[in-house]
């Protein structure tokens, strides 16, 4: 069976990850989330996925190649053109990135199934897909229900007591919502939808193709289910997912490397002195880790491979990416270090080479800056105050 990711998006709301990975490519300890979406499209029996590309569409196609190490058939069509030898992504809309590809070749001959590539999920695509059929619907949206005062966060999906479409509110408030059904950006079609996507241009399944549907009557239904969705669209939903795995709630993901302690897990050949720090599980340390006599870390805590935590640093509900040195006495508490940027759990950033903060956080790669300690503890601070 056929299906779709769509991985062409810019990933604006995920930046500063996005600046050089594209979201599908963002991992979940250690594995990219296009991945686990992979292994869900094998088990329930689809093999043949197309994958439209655009920004840093090399990052997803190099990793993923043609798909034989993970079980599925992938080819990619890549959305852009290129510039002074360099690729520029120019993304042609959700919509538009399925016309692409059945204007190319009819690739979608039979039911198919379209997946967004930025969110973990452990949904019965067979049973939904049977649902699809029994209704004879030309376009099924998987719903899932969330608590009211959560609708204004989401693109809201309103039905008749069939299933039956009629009507859809973005992000609408408590008191406008008509439903606390939302679109989860998993949906079914079948290829005839395609009669409605004008060629050669912009189109989006959400903002277009589906209020065109709405509007001549077709017979588009929504599916309320009953699974495990983790989107991982903006900055806060990934430190929430990855706060999530490490303390056990979300289903299918298991913490990698190897269990040292209660709670406390690391990769290969990690430097640390057990009896002389201060470690609060859930915690994993990547491989190739230094981790110096008098940090302390409070889980849940993800610290990437490759990086070197100082004597008395303190990280807790954190979630530190590779490569990165965090200078003695930096205290992060709610942050997600990338690089050199440093975002607290709401979103806000700050980039520590402008705010001259970059001696504090640091490349592995490169010799630490040595700074007064008066100084230090006088930055440290500010950092913890952000």
């Not at 989330?33 to 990052?59: K, P, T, W, Y």
């Not at 057990?274 to 859930?282: A, H, L």
């Not at 940090?295 to 303190?314: D, E, F, H, L």
């Not at 930096?330 to 950033?349: E, H, I, P, Q, S």
């Amino acid at each position: 069976m056929k299906a779709m990711i769509l991985a062409a998006g810019k990933g604006t709301r995920v930046r500063p990850i996005t600046y050089v990975t594209p979201k599908p490519m963002i991992q979940i300890l250690q594995k990219p989330v296009m991945e686990f979406l992979l292994e869900l499209l094998r088990q329930h029996g689809f093999d043949q996925i197309m994958v439209n590309v655009s920004h840093l569409a090399n990052e997803i196609e190099n990793y993923f190649r043609d798909g034989q190490r993970f079980g599925v058939e992938i080819a990619y069509s890549f959305e852009g053109r290129i510039e002074d030898g360099e690729l520029v992504g120019e993304a042609i809309g959700s919509a538009g990135g399925m016309r692409r590809i059945q204007d190319f070749s009819p690739f979608f001959d039979d039911t198919f199934v379209v997946l967004c590539g930025d969110a973990l999920i452990d949904l019965d695509l067979t049973a939904a897909v049977k649902w699809h059929k029994a209704k004879g619907s030309i376009a099924t949206v998987v719903m899932k229900s969330v608590p009211k005062e959560e609708v204004s966060s989401y693109g809201v999906v309103v039905t008749d007591e069939d299933g039956r479409i009629k009507a859809f509110q973005e992000k609408p408030s408590v008191e406008e919502a008509l439903s606390n059904n939302i679109n989860t950006g998993i949906y079914i079609f079948e290829p005839e939808v395609l009669d409605y996507v004008p060629s050669g241009q912009e189109y989006d399944i959400g903002s277009q193709l589906f209020p065109k549907l709405v509007e001549i009557s077709a017979p588009f239904y929504g599916i309320p289910m009953d699974f495990q969705w983790v989107d991982i669209g903006k900055v806060p939903d990934y430190w929430q997912a990855i706060q999530d795995v490490l303390l056990g709630n979300i289903k299918n993901v298991q913490i990698p490397g190897h269990q040292v302690k209660e709670g406390i897990y690391t990769g290969l050949n990690v430097a640390v002195n057990w009896d002389k720090v201060d470690i609060t599980g859930p915690v994993y340390i990547g491989g190739m880790t230094r981790i110096e006599d008098g940090a302390k870390i409070v889980g849940p805590t993800m610290i990437g491979p490759n990086c070197w935590v100082c004597g008395g640093a303190m990280v807790e509900n954190s979630v530190i990416f590779e490569y990165s040195r965090l200078g003695p006495g930096v205290r992060l508490v709610d942050k997600l270090v990338f690089g050199r940027y440093c975002v607290d759990k709401n979103g806000a950033t700050i980039d520590v080479q402008e705010a001259a903060l970059d001696w504090l956080i640091t490349d592995t790669r490169q010799a630490p800056p040595s700074h007064p300690a008066v100084e230090r503890q006088a930055i440290a601070e500010l950092l913890d105050s952000h």
